[in-house]
């Protein structure tokens, strides 16, 4: 049974940092790319971040580039986004999901992905 199990989140002041994890399990984990999305209350989800950890290709959205991080420890088959100088605006749940893909290969269309989290909250107070 596939399952991504997202933790990290919270409440933070502007600014500040937050690491989420996305634990993944019954797959095999470098055939498949890992997204990070978001949704806020009243807005469409959308692509925050991606990876393949069989090559180690990233993406990022151009609103989070230079402030979050995505990394991959495939030994503990969990991938983790970085995220640092918080506004305001990154206030949502953020889920991840799973897609079998090629490496460097990562859809950012939400619908791409089959697997999904349940989702963790991130909150950042101006």
């Known amino acids: 049974e596939v399952q991504l199990v997202e933790s990290g989140g919270g409440l933070v002041q502007a600014g500040g940092s937050l690491r989420l994890s996305c634990a993944a399990s019954?797959?095999?984990?470098?055939?498949?790319?890992i997204g990070w999305f978001r949704q806020a209350p009243g807005k469409e989800r959308e692509g925050v971040s991606g990876?393949?950890?069989?090559?180690?290709?990233?993406l990022y959205a151009d609103s989070v580039k230079g402030r979050f991080t995505i990394s991959s420890d495939n030994a503990k088959n969990t991938v983790y986004l970085q995220m640092n100088s918080l506004k305001p605006e990154d206030t949502a749940v953020y889920y991840c999901a799973a897609v079998l893909s090629s490496p460097g290969s990562i859809p950012f269309a939400a619908q791409s992905y089959d697997y999904w989290g349940q989702g963790t909250q991130v909150t950042v107070s101006s």
């Open positions: 990876v393949t950890s069989s090559d180690g290709s990233t």
């Open positions: 019954g797959f095999t984990f470098d055939d498949y790319a």
